[in-house]
T-cell receptor
């Protein structure tokens, strides 16, 4: 069965500092990995995805994520945090086989950027 | 392109009442999903449609929840009777077939249900 874990409920970072939001996954076959962001009273917004190719993928709003197959991780990163990055972030995975079209979400990490 | 439309945005009902949510996906998107997001948790898939057929409803509480997508376009999710633990945001998402499956989903803004 596929699963995704976000070990941190909350991450606090000062504005201008780099940020990392952690994600690990378990899936059969090659993983398709996603990051979504959710602002208050809004739906989920797609940030970036890893399908194949370069392990470092770049997405919206200056975010990037690094796929590490040996560690089964897909951590979200940004070199310099903004207060407006404060939101709830979800890592998600889609595996192969019969569940290929189903995306499973992690429990979410609340990112708080202080001025 | 227009996004995924959901209504209503908010709904408050008493336990044991029934409620229905509506979703209109992006035009041409064959696959439609209903997710339940309880406060503090990640979204959980309830049901997945491919056109007007159900692909996966393994986590749908079928004794009280039902969903349909009769013409393969818009969809309705119903709860009858509602319980307190059904309080959550109900998210609808859609994706296109083929390579669209690799692009992630487009989500609607959700319906926030409060059962009192």
């Amino acid at each position: 069965a596929q699963s995704v874990a976000q070990p941190e409920d909350q991450v606090n970072v000062a504005e201008g500092n780099p940020l990392t939001v952690k994600c690990t996954y378990s899936v059969s076959g090659n993983p398709y990995l996603f990051w979504y962001v959710q602002y208050p009273n809004r739906g989920l917004q797609f940030l970036l995805k890893y399908i194949t190719g370069d392990n470092l993928v770049k997405g919206s709003y200056g975010f990037e994520a690094e796929f590490n197959k040996s560690q089964t991780s897909f951590h979200l990163k940004k070199p310099s945090a903004l207060v407006s990055d404060s939101a709830l972030y979800f890592c998600a995975v889609r595996g192969g086989g019969s569940s290929a079209s189903k995306i499973i979400f992690g429990s979410g990490t609340r990112l708080s950027i202080r001025p | 392109e227009a996004g995924v439309a959901q209504s209503p945005r908010y709904k408050i009902i008493e336990k044991r009442q029934s409620v229905a949510f509506w979703c209109n996906p992006i035009s041409g998107h064959a696959t439609l999903y209903w997710y339940q997001q309880i406060l503090g948790q990640g979204p959980k898939l309830l049901i997945q449609f491919q056109n007007n057929g159900v692909v996966d409803d393994s986590q749908l509480p079928k004794d009280r929840f039902s969903a349909e997508r009769l013409k393969g376009v818009d969809s309705t999710l119903k709860i009858q009777p509602a319980k307190l633990e059904d309080s959550a945001v109900y998210l609808c998402a859609s994706s296109s077939s083929g390579t669209g499956l690799l692009a992630g989903y487009t989500f609607g803004s959700g319906t926030r249900l409060t059962v009192v």
